[in-house]
């Protein structure tokens, strides 16, 4: 570069500085509250979902502040078409709204996909979507068995939490055996629970069937390991079931009845005894 370019480059650099150090209104907090109510309340919950929001409006912030020193520089300057000025970073680029690409027909490409996709997805079927109701009525409250209630009995032996665990599984699987099953199998026997589904496509719809109640079970299972693993959180031991150990004395030698390999035994078997329930 020669020493004109150089004194140009200069110039327009320290100009674009001093615009840029000046003052830029703050982003009104209405923005930020209104950008928040456009978020489901599900991903605001949780122990870390506040730092995380916290650090989403810092960015949000600094895009603004950005984006708001990159105008004043366009609005008070001309950048100069000097050689390497190009190169200068001013910030991010803002993005402009795209519109639907109309150069090519899409609309009877369109009616067709969608005219496929009802006649082979089964799951817009509405007799799974009565299953998936009648699923969601029955298990989203339920659990195999609940055993942070076994806190307020106070002190119990292994085996006897085993014994009752076992028990409540049983008459948990009893009951959606009565319940549940009875009614998926009369959904199924009705007149219009096939219709629209074509004789070729019998089986497939079945195993459709067959995996969504197969879902629905496993959803279950899990949901309640997940409930009797967050018992043992060490930061809320409200609901921690309490074992009765013993302290013996034999052969000169003192220790703990049942011994922490049993009692860890205990606490596996009960997930075991969760998990296969409803096989």
Same mark, same amino acid.
């Not at 020493?3 to 500085?17: D, G």
């Not at 520089?73 to 950048?79: A, F, N, P, Q």
């Not at 496509?201 to 309640?224: A, G, H, I, P, W």
């Given at each position: 570069m &020669?020493?004109?370019q $150089?004194?140009?480059?200069?110039?327009?650099?320290?100009?674009?500085?001093? !615009?840029?150090?000046?003052?830029?209104?703050?982003?009104?907090?209405?923005?930020l509250?209104?950008?928040?109510t456009?978020?489901?309340?599900?991903?605001?919950?949780?122990?870390?979902?506040e $730092?995380?929001?916290?650090e989403?409006?810092?960015?949000?912030? &600094?895009?603004?502040?950005?984006?708001?020193?990159?105008?004043?520089v366009?609005s008070?300057?001309? $950048?100069?078409? !000097?050689k390497?000025?190009?190169?200068?970073?001013?910030? =991010?680029?803002?993005?402009? =709204?795209?519109?639907?690409?109309?150069?090519? =027909?899409? *609309?009877?490409? @369109?009616?067709?996909?969608?005219?496929?996709?009802f006649?082979?997805? *089964?799951?817009?079927?509405?007799?799974?979507?009565?299953?998936?109701?009648i699923g969601?009525?029955?298990?989203?409250?339920?659990?195999?068995?609940?055993?942070?209630?076994?806190?307020?009995?106070?002190? !119990?032996?292994?085996?006897s939490?085993?014994?009752? !665990?076992?028990?409540k599984?049983?008459k948990?699987?009893?009951?959606?055996?009565?319940?549940?099953? =009875?009614?998926?199998?009369?959904?199924?026997t009705?007149?219009?629970?096939?219709?629209g589904?074509?004789?070729?496509?019998m089986?497939?719809?079945?195993?459709?069937?067959?995996?969504?109640?197969? &879902?629905?079970?496993?959803?279950?299972?899990?949901?309640?390991v997940?409930?009797?693993?967050?018992?043992?959180d060490?930061?809320?031991?409200r609901?921690?079931?309490? @074992?009765?150990?013993?302290?013996?004395?034999?052969?000169?030698?003192?220790? @703990?009845?049942?011994?922490?390999?049993?009692?860890?035994?205990?606490?596996?078997?009960?997930?075991?005894?969760?998990?296969?329930?409803?096989?």
């Amino acid at each position: 570069m &020669n020493s004109e370019q $150089k004194q140009i480059r200069n110039n327009y650099l320290f100009m674009k500085k001093c !615009v840029e150090s000046n003052p830029v209104v703050p982003i009104q907090q209405e923005w930020l509250i209104s950008m928040l109510t456009l978020v489901p309340q599900s991903l605001m919950e949780g122990k870390d979902r506040e $730092k995380l929001v916290e650090e989403l409006l810092n960015e949000i912030t &600094n895009d603004y502040e950005m984006s708001m020193k990159r105008y004043m520089v366009r609005s008070v300057l001309i $950048k100069p078409e !000097v050689k390497l000025l190009e190169y200068e970073k001013e910030g =991010p680029l803002p993005v402009e =709204p795209e519109g639907l690409d109309f150069s090519r =027909p899409w *609309h009877k490409s @369109f009616i067709q996909a969608r005219k496929q996709i009802f006649e082979n997805l *089964h799951i817009l079927h509405p007799t799974l979507r009565i299953l998936l109701e009648i699923g969601y009525r029955m298990f989203s409250k339920l659990l195999v068995v609940d055993v942070s209630c076994f806190r307020s009995r106070g002190p !119990v032996e292994c085996e006897s939490l085993q014994n009752d !665990v076992s028990i409540k599984c049983l008459k948990t699987e009893e009951k959606i055996l009565n319940t549940w099953y =009875p009614r998926v199998i009369n959904l199924f026997t009705r007149k219009e629970a096939l219709e629209g589904v074509k004789p070729d496509q019998m089986d497939s719809f079945y195993n459709c069937v067959t995996t969504l109640m197969s &879902n629905q079970l496993k959803e279950l299972l899990k949901r309640t390991v997940e409930a009797y693993v967050k018992l043992f959180d060490l930061e809320d031991q409200r609901w921690l079931p309490l @074992f009765r150990m013993e302290l013996t004395f034999d052969d000169e030698k003192m220790d @703990f009845y049942p011994s922490f390999p049993d009692l860890e035994d205990t606490i596996l078997c009960i997930i075991t005894l969760i998990a296969q329930t409803l096989q």
